[in-house]
Every structure is written in structure tokens, then in C-alpha cells.
């Protein structure tokens, strides 16, 4: 789902956003608020952090991006990477958040469930990790849709490809790249939400960023169902080299993946090679 925010941005806008789990950690700390703080119900809490996030996710781009707009991409990557550390240390100095690891009630079962008959085999599954599962495919099916049937999802392709263009044809640029990184802020705050009752939550929570943007290249930049596969494929890698390799192979096995597509296959999975005229 985080590798989803990534594909979001840079589908829309061509820029990677390096701040995305940080996003993601700002989230799931609201989630907490509302919550656990202020005693909301779980679905009222998670639907306010998810909705308030969508205005985080703007006024990131209107007062970060915004003035850099139209600059070198390193120089956007770099602001950034700039707003991921500002927002992990913001987020230890509010009172009731800090550097402390908390934990939100959620009303999905942590036991595990059989999702086959006895007589077949084993496979058994919790239902905190089934809600992730669910909860993504129905993300990436919505965002599918969205971007290829919608008027505003064509726009928002439009621009990534030609800013100047699709300002001539009257798509409204500016206000397109604000809306986008409102709904990349929304899906992060729903990973977090949904990631909370299994790695809790803490400052540190939105460094998973860093696992999940091998999971973008490796299912290719710009497609959302490359990000999802991209995402099942490294989980899988860093389980079986932390259960077959020595210590330590777990943690690199990421980005190990990472260099050999960018070699074998920079595009990706799913990515598509394009060009463009100068």
C-alpha cells in the first residue's frame, strides 16, 4: 500500500516522493488520536485520519512543491526527502505522540483462521493480516478505475506527460498535483492504519518507506497493479532470505532485488518503456 503512494505521485506528476512512509506514520498517529486519545469508534477515527490526511497531503504540495515546480527532479526528490525528516522529528515533540511506541484497538482478530478445509492441507491466515490483503486489492481496483475511466484521472496522466499542454488544454495543473498528493496521503494514512496493530506505532514506523520503493521499481513506476505484485514479491524475497540466509541477508535482500531490475529490466514488471520528444 505504501508502494501505492509512490506509483500515485509519480504517476500524476513524475516526481518520487521519498516522504511516503513518513506520510504514512503521520496517519497512523492521527488514527491513534482519534481513537485512542479521544475514545472514537475505530472506523469514525481511521475515516478522520484518512480524511485528514488528504488535507496534509495538499498542503505538503502546496507549500513544499509548489514553489520548485518545473525544477530539476533531484531538487524536488531532495525536498522531499527534507519534509520525510521535519516530519519525523514534528512528530516526536507533540505532547501525547513523542518517541514512545503505541498501539490502537482494532476490531479485527490477531488469531488465526483456516482458509481451507482440514482434509486439504493448511493455510492459515489472521484476520488483521486478511483486512490488509482486502483492503488493497479494493484500493488498487478503485485507483485503476479512477485513473483510466475518469476524466479527472486522464487529466492527472495528462499533466505528468506534458505540464504545459495539459495547461493549454485548460487542465488546471496546479490544483490537479494538490489533489493527488491528497489521495497518496489518504492511501498512506490507510497503510498505517491497517499496519499499526502489526509493527505498532512510533517515529521510526515510516522508514518501511525506504522497503517499499524497491516494491514500486521492481512492479514499474506508474503502475498501480505493478506496485501491489511489486510489494508480494519482496515481502516473499526478505522472508525466505531471512529463513535460508544468514543474519543480516534480510535486511538488504530489497535492495539487492532493486539493482538487478535496474539492470535487467529498468522499467519494471509492469512498466512500459516511452519516449519523448525534445
Not at 503505541?102 to 488465526?112: H, K, L
Request: net charge positive; glycine share 12%.
Amino acid at each position: 500500500m505504501v508502494a501505492l503512494g509512490f506509483v500515485l505521485i509519480y504517476k500524476a506528476t513524475e516526481v518520487v516522493n521519498f516522504a511516503q512512509g513518513e506520510l504514512m506514520m503521520l496517519g497512523a498517529f492521527l488514527a491513534y488520536t482519534f481513537i485512542s486519545i479521544l475514545g472514537w469508534n475505530y472506523w469514525a477515527g481511521a475515516a478522520a485520519a484518512i480524511f485528514c490526511m488528504f488535507f496534509v497531503g495538499n498542503f505538503v504540495d502546496r507549500i513544499f512543491l509548489r514553489p520548485v515546480l518545473g525544477q530539476p527532479q533531484f531538487s524536488i526528490v531532495m525536498v522531499t526527502i527534507g519534509f520525510g525528516y521535519m516530519a519525523r522529528s514534528a512528530a516526536g515533540m507533540v505532547p501525547g505522540w513523542g518517541t514512545e511506541t503505541y498501539a490502537i484497538s482494532t476490531p479485527f482478530s490477531s488469531e488465526g483462521m483456516s482458509l481451507v478445509p482440514e482434509s486439504v492441507g493448511s493455510l492459515v491466515i489472521s484476520q488483521t493480516d486478511l483486512s490488509v490483503i482486502i483492503a488493497t486489492i479494493i484500493l488498487c481496483a478503485v485507483l485503476y478505475a479512477f485513473f483510466t475511466h475518469t476524466r479527472l484521472g486522464v487529466a492527472m496522466q495528462a499533466s505528468s506527460q506534458n505540464q504545459l499542454a495539459a495547461y493549454y488544454m485548460g487542465i488546471p495543473v496546479k490544483a490537479v498535483f494538490s489533489m493527488i498528493w491528497g489521495i497518496s496521503a489518504a492511501v498512506a494514512a490507510a497503510a498505517g492504519i491497517l499496519l499499526a496493530p502489526t509493527t505498532l506505532i512510533d517515529t521510526s514506523m515510516g522508514f518501511i518507506g525506504l522497503k517499499a520503493f524497491p516494491a514500486a521499481v521492481l512492479g514499474g513506476f506508474g503502475s498501480i497493479p505493478g506496485a501491489v505484485v511489486g510489494g508480494l514479491i519482496i515481502g516473499i524475497i526478505e522472508t525466505l532470505a531471512g529463513f535460508y540466509l544468514p543474519p543480516g541477508f534480510k535486511n538488504v535482500a530489497a535492495y539487492v532485488v532493486l539493482l538487478v531490475v535496474l539492470v535487467v529490466r529498468p522499467q519494471g514488471l509492469f512498466g512500459q518503456k516511452t519516449g519523448k520528444r525534445v
